[in-house]
């Protein structure tokens, strides 16, 4: 029925001896795959993978990643780069309305603020019709808008620091598992 890869790959994988036996096993089961493993003579549901850089090891049963250390760090603090992104970008929240923080909202909100400090500079104070992330519109004067861009900045440096301490703590890891604790969480 196999060829030799094939029956010792098989036989290996699910863990039996012979063609019979493994066709037998293979009849019993709902759907033949990779998700069983015989453990002695008791049939066993393997578990999930952990990540997607494990691999199982079917002699001792168990997912191993296969990556050094220094692979996992550099995995980990992407994964944190990622989501320090995520909260760079999301919506911010001020007295005048839900902002949105995408770069080019972030921009919009730089360019707003310089328009009114020049206006105002100029002697011709002004206001600007902003549009909210739930597409609202508010009317801010140049100080207002002063303040929602001081807290974009503080939600900015908030996310940097904390980057600069996850990135920290991941380099000083001596283990997988230390690597793996470091998680960017919610920000308060």
């Not at 909260?87 to 921009?107: E, H, I, N």
Request: some cysteine; charged content about 15%.
């Amino acid at each position: 029925m196999f060829d030799d890869n094939t029956t010792i790959t098989a036989y290996a994988h699910y863990g039996v001896d012979d063609e019979d036996t493994f066709l037998e096993l293979c009849r019993s089961l709902p759907i033949c795959s990779g998700d069983y493993y015989l453990n002695g003579n008791v049939l066993v549901v393997r578990p999930q993978s952990p990540n997607a850089h494990c691999c199982w090891d079917w002699a001792n049963k168990v997912w191993m990643d296969p990556r050094t250390l220094d692979q996992m760090k550099a995995a980990q603090w992407e994964a944190i780069k990622d989501a320090r992104w995520d909260y760079l970008t999301s919506p911010l929240v001020t007295p005048y309305g839900t902002f949105d923080c995408s770069m080019a909202a972030q921009t919009n909100i730089t360019n707003a603020i310089m328009l009114l400090q020049n206006l105002a500079a100029l002697g011709t104070p002004g206001s600007v019709n902003f549009t909210l992330a739930d597409n609202t519109t508010v009317n801010l004067d140049a100080a207002q808008m002063v303040q929602v861009g001081l807290l974009m900045g503080a939600q900015v440096q908030e996310a940097y620091d904390r980057g600069i301490a996850k990135r920290a703590v991941i380099a000083a890891a001596t283990t997988a598992a230390g690597v793996q604790a470091v998680t960017w969480g919610p920000m308060p």
